[in-house]
């Protein structure tokens, strides 16, 4: 009974979307850095592999299913007015144009579905492609909602 109990709250705790749980703007800066400097390290990864003449596919695989989930975490990471916390680079563009800015967000999500795809399937060629793809996806979002 004790267990099903804490069961239950463990999976209230979970349900919770991730946005509401930020209690300041300096800790959603905080969250939204360190998982783009994530995603920029399997991004890196990916690219390592596939500078090689034989690259390890299921690696470029397992670093994209990684970053499908980084992509959604980051995206949870933007509340209001969180442009104004010291260092941030966002622009106050990324709320008076939501919709295009979680449009960008989708765009890289697609992709990186795609990169996983092309890496399953073992297509080096497709899988550079793939990669230029998502790299662009980063930057239009960067150039659009970063400042410099
Ligand atoms: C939907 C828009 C969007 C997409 C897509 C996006 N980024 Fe970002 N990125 C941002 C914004 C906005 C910031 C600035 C956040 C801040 O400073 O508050 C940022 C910051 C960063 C930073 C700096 C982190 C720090 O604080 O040091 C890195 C690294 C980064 N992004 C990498 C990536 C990579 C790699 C991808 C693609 C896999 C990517 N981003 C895709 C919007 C995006």
């Not at 991730?18 to 990916?46: C, N, W």
């Not at 916390?85 to 966002?90: C, F, G, L, M, Y």
Request: aromatic share 8%.
């Amino acid at each position: 009974m004790k267990s099903k109990l804490f069961v239950a709250a463990l999976m209230l705790a979970v349900a919770v979307p991730a946005s509401a749980q930020f209690a300041k703007p300096e800790d959603a800066y905080k969250y939204r850095s360190s998982v783009m400097t994530l995603q920029g390290a399997h991004m890196g990864r990916i690219n390592a592999q596939l500078k090689s003449d034989k690259p390890d596919m299921q690696a470029i695989a397992t670093n994209a299913a990684l970053l499908d989930t980084l992509n959604r975490l980051f995206f949870t990471a933007f509340p209001e007015g969180s442009d104004m916390v010291a260092n941030s680079r966002a622009k106050p563009e990324i709320w008076k144009q939501s919709a295009k800015f979680k449009e960008n967000a989708d765009k890289l999500n697609a992709q990186v579905a795609k990169l996983n795809e092309a890496a399953k399937s073992g297509d080096a060629a497709a899988t550079r492609s793939a990669f230029q793809s998502t790299a662009q996806a980063c930057k239009g979002c960067h150039d659009e909602f970063r400042r410099d």
